[in-house]
C-alpha cells in the first residue's frame, strides 16, 4: 500500500503471501463470509490450511462463517517504469468449483488499453478452461490527489472487458482522509472497495476517517493476523451503519505478524 510498504518491500513481499477476506452481509450482523487471497507463490493447500485456522476462530467468536470466492493473483506490474507485466498463477492449480476473481498488482498506473488487453486474455483463458470468473480487482495505491484521474481510467478499462465481469479494487484510508470528495466518487464507481489497515499506528481507526467513508456502503475493512481493532469495528455496525470487513492472514501470520502483500 502506498505510504505504508516502500517499494522495494513491494518487491520483496509479492511473492510470498497470500490472505483471507472476511466481510458481513448487511442482512446480518453475525453473518461473515470469508474470501481468499490467494498471492504469488501461495496455492490452495496453504488457503485450505489457513481457512481450518480461521473458521475455527470463527466459531471463537460465535460467528457463522461462510466460505466466499478465492482472489487470484494473476498478472503484476513492477515499480519501476517500463517494467513488463510477470505473470502468476494459472488455472491449472484450482478447480472449476471454485468462484473466482482474478487480481492485478499495479506499482504505478499502466495504460488502461494495456491492462483491459491482459484482463480479456486472462478472463478467455480462465474461462475456457472452464473456471468461474465471476470478477477482476485493481490492487493499486493511487496518490490521493489522483483519485479522479485513477476514476477516469478504471471507467476505461470497464468499458472495455465483457459487460458481466465487476471491477473491485483496494483502496487506502488515507484517500478519505486527505479527498473525501473524490474517495467517495470513486468508490461509486467500482463494485467494492477493500479498505487496507495493516499497521495499528500507522493506520488509526479516527472518529474523523469513520465519519468520512459514512455512508459508503461497498467498503470493505482490511486488517492484518489477529489485529483485534476488527471486533471493536463489527460492534460499531449499528452506530455508522452497514460494514464489510475484511481480515487479510498470511501463511505465517500467527507466528511473525508480517505485512499484507499490497
Given at each position: 500500500?502506498?505510504?505504508?510498504?516502500?517499494?522495494?518491500?513491494?518487491?520483496?513481499?509479492?511473492?510470498?503471501?497470500?490472505?483471507?477476506?472476511?466481510?458481513?452481509?448487511?442482512?446480518?450482523?453475525?453473518?461473515?463470509?470469508?474470501?481468499?487471497?490467494?498471492?504469488?507463490?501461495?496455492?490452495?493447500?496453504?488457503?485450505?490450511?489457513?481457512?481450518?485456522?480461521?473458521?475455527?476462530?470463527?466459531?471463537?467468536?460465535?460467528?457463522?462463517?461462510?466460505?466466499?470466492?478465492?482472489?487470484?493473483?494473476?498478472?503484476?506490474?513492477?515499480?519501476?517504469?517500463?517494467?513488463?507485466?510477470?505473470?502468476?498463477?494459472?488455472?491449472?492449480?484450482?478447480?472449476?468449483?471454485?468462484?473466482?476473481?482474478?487480481?492485478?498488482?499495479?506499482?504505478?498506473?499502466?495504460?488502461?488499453?494495456?491492462?483491459?488487453?491482459?484482463?480479456?486474455?486472462?478472463?478467455?483463458?480462465?474461462?475456457?478452461?472452464?473456471?468461474?470468473?465471476?470478477?477482476?480487482?485493481?490492487?493499486?495505491?493511487s496518490p490521493?490527489?489522483?483519485?479522479?484521474?485513477?476514476?477516469?481510467?478504471?471507467?476505461?478499462?470497464?468499458?472495455?472487458?465483457?459487460?458481466?465481469?465487476?471491477?473491485?479494487?483496494t483502496g487506502?484510508?488515507?484517500?478519505?482522509?486527505?479527498?473525501?470528495?473524490?474517495?467517495?466518487k470513486l468508490?461509486?464507481?467500482?463494485?467494492?472497495?477493500?479498505?487496507?489497515?495493516?499497521?495499528?499506528?500507522?493506520?488509526?481507526?479516527?472518529?474523523?476517517?469513520?465519519?468520512?467513508?459514512?455512508?459508503?456502503?461497498?467498503?470493505?475493512?482490511?486488517?492484518?493476523?489477529?489485529?483485534?481493532?476488527?471486533?471493536?469495528?463489527?460492534?460499531?455496525?449499528?452506530?455508522?451503519?452497514?460494514?464489510?470487513?475484511?481480515?487479510?492472514?498470511?501463511?505465517?501470520?500467527?507466528?511473525?505478524?508480517?505485512?499484507?502483500?499490497?
Amino acid at each position: 500500500m502506498k505510504r505504508m510498504v516502500s517499494g522495494t518491500s513491494k518487491e520483496i513481499l509479492s511473492g510470498i503471501f497470500f490472505c483471507v477476506l472476511l466481510f458481513a452481509w448487511p442482512v446480518c450482523a453475525q453473518d461473515l463470509i470469508v474470501d481468499h487471497w490467494v498471492w504469488a507463490g501461495q496455492s490452495l493447500d496453504d488457503r485450505d490450511e489457513n481457512q481450518q485456522k480461521f473458521m475455527y476462530d470463527c466459531e471463537t467468536f460465535k460467528l457463522s462463517c461462510q466460505r466466499g470466492e478465492a482472489r487470484i493473483l494473476v498478472r503484476s506490474w513492477g515499480h519501476e517504469l517500463g517494467q513488463k507485466s510477470t505473470p502468476h498463477h494459472s488455472p491449472k492449480s484450482f478447480p472449476d468449483t471454485e468462484k473466482i476473481i482474478l487480481t492485478y498488482r499495479m506499482e504505478k498506473r499502466v495504460g488502461a488499453r494495456e491492462v483491459a488487453a491482459f484482463i480479456n486474455r486472462d478472463i478467455n483463458i480462465w474461462k475456457r478452461a472452464g473456471r468461474d470468473i465471476v470478477g477482476v480487482e485493481i490492487d493499486y495505491d493511487s496518490p490521493s490527489s489522483k483519485l479522479d484521474d485513477y476514476r477516469v481510467w478504471l471507467q476505461v478499462v470497464q468499458k472495455q472487458i465483457p459487460e458481466d465481469i465487476s471491477i473491485g479494487i483496494t483502496g487506502l484510508p488515507t484517500w478519505y482522509e486527505d479527498n473525501r470528495k473524490a474517495a467517495k466518487k470513486l468508490a461509486a464507481a467500482v463494485t467494492e472497495v477493500s479498505l487496507m489497515f495493516y499497521r495499528q499506528k500507522q493506520t488509526p481507526i479516527t472518529d474523523h476517517l469513520l465519519d468520512a467513508i459514512k455512508g459508503v456502503n461497498n467498503i470493505r475493512y482490511g486488517f492484518l493476523c489477529n489485529d483485534d481493532r476488527w471486533h471493536s469495528l463489527f460492534k460499531e455496525k449499528k452506530k455508522y451503519g452497514t460494514f464489510r470487513m475484511a481480515i487479510f492472514i498470511t501463511t505465517e501470520c500467527h507466528v511473525n505478524r508480517e505485512l499484507a502483500p499490497s
